[in-house]
């Protein structure tokens, strides 16, 4: 079978390894096909893809755009994308402007209660890199408020908890346009995730596909074994195509590591079906 990782992170966004770091890391799993997806932000590409071409690893440029729909947020990865496309650049440029509002109102809540400096301290372990949420969550842990970061998740960062502050991403069309006319392919990352009822989760698959979305992530580190089942089903009933991706951001942080999750099941048809050199 064909070791194949279509989304995981880098420090460029909330990942802990480099670029670099993270492909030589792939290559000594036995990844043989790579995607880095950081949010909302493609500047590891041209780091990654060296590092691949070194390690003997197919490299893929993509990206995990942060989406709101219906109130709630999504996202969409893109894969096979242009990371020169000045309509991708300038989007995602607008998207971290946006996050380093959404950061400061994100410490303002907290300052309410009682915790400080969060921004300073989520700015630093950001580094070079955008801010997201899994900064302060990690600034959180430094600081003994949780033993680790999906415990901080429980209780703080999301709705109705202390550190939580609504944002407005992009919409649906605007990053499935993107990445269309940038020559990549739309995919709806971890859809297990989001808490929709049964229609809704419908209507979005529906309208993505109507956008000219093309595929679901059908294995990644966010899915139950029945999660992957349900969505394969998904997949193969809509025409949608089906993805596979850890979603890593580091060692000790993902579910799977890299490359480490199972094949997809039979009858889906791979999102990569059709890409040069492989099957
Ligand atoms: P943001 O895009 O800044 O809102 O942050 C979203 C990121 O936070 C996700 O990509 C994960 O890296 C992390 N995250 C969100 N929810 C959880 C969770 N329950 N456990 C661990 N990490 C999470
Ligand atoms: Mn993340
Ligand atoms: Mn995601
Ligand atoms: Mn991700």
Known sequence: MLNIDLHCHSTVSDGLLTPTQL????????????????????????EARKAADKNGVL???????????????????????????PQLVEGLSTIRQGR???????????????IHGSFEGARRNAGNGL??????????VEQGYAKDVRTVFKKYLVKGKPGYAPHQWVSLSEAVNWI???????????????????????????????????AIEVVTGSHTFEQSLLFANHSRRLGLLASRGS????PGESYFDLGGMPPL????????HDWPGLM
């Open 23 to 46: 492909v030589e890391h792939a290559a000594a799993r036995g990844v043989e096909v790579l995607a880095l997806t950081d949010h909302d932000d493609i500047g590891g590409l041209e």
């Open 59 to 85: 490299f893929i440029d993509g990206v995990e755009i942060s989406v709101s729909w219906r109130g709630q947020t999504v996202h969409i990865v893109g894969l096979g994308i242009d990371p020169a496309d």
């Open 100 to 114: 380093t509002m959404r950061a400061r109102n994100i410490a303002a809540q907290l300052d309410k209660f009682g």
């Open 131 to 140: 801010i997201g949420r899994m900064h302060f969550a990690r600034f959180l």
């Open 180 to 214: 269309r006319s940038s020559g990549g392919r739309a995919v709806i990352a971890h859809p297990g995730r989001y808490k929709l009822g049964k229609d809704a989760l419908e209507e979005l698959l529906l309208e993505f596909q109507t956008l000219g979305g093309e």
């Open 247 to 250: 979603d890593f951001h580091g």
């Open 265 to 272: 099941p039979a009858n889906c048809a791979p999102v990569w």
